[in-house]
């Protein structure tokens, strides 16, 4: 994985459409719990789930740190680097499967690996 800071060749493109996958991943599934659930609360649903807070503690679980290269006054633990490295994994995947839909499983997956530790760390 390559940070911008890095290399003109990296993931930002991924990472985009990873957020989108995540997004709509996220509204769905409030949708699915409440088909009369208000747009506002679909919608903070979506922008809470793939927040860069959530995005950077599953990124962070999942080793990112140590596998993403940074330019060397760029900290690869940063939460926004973490962040944007795992939107681009997760945009790989639907690059990869050709679908969204495989890469909203793969972040749901990364969603519930997050919650199950920070319940487990109370």
């Known amino acids: ?15 985009v459409l990873g ?19 208000a747009p506002s609360a679909v919608s903070r649903a979506a922008s809470e ?18 596998v993403v290269r940074v330019a060397g006054r760029t900290s690869a633990s940063a939460p926004t680097v973490v962040c944007g490295a795992l939107r681009a994994l997760v945009g790989a995947v639907a690059v990869d499967a050709n679908s969204t839909d495989a890469a909203g499983e793969v ?10 530790a920070a319940v487990a760390a109370v």
């Not at 972040?107 to 997050?114: D, G, K, N, Q, Y």
């Open 19 to 37: 957020l989108a996958a995540a997004e709509s991943a996220a509204a769905l599934r409030a949708l699915a719990a409440d088909l009369d659930a």
């Open 107 to 116: 972040f749901w997956r990364l969603h519930a690996l997050t919650s199950s």
């Open 49 to 66: 789930a793939a927040s860069g807070d959530a995005c950077a503690r599953a990124g962070a679980l999942l080793g990112i740190p140590d």
């Open 1 to 15: 994985m390559t940070h911008a800071s890095y290399s003109r060749e990296n993931g930002r493109a991924l990472a």
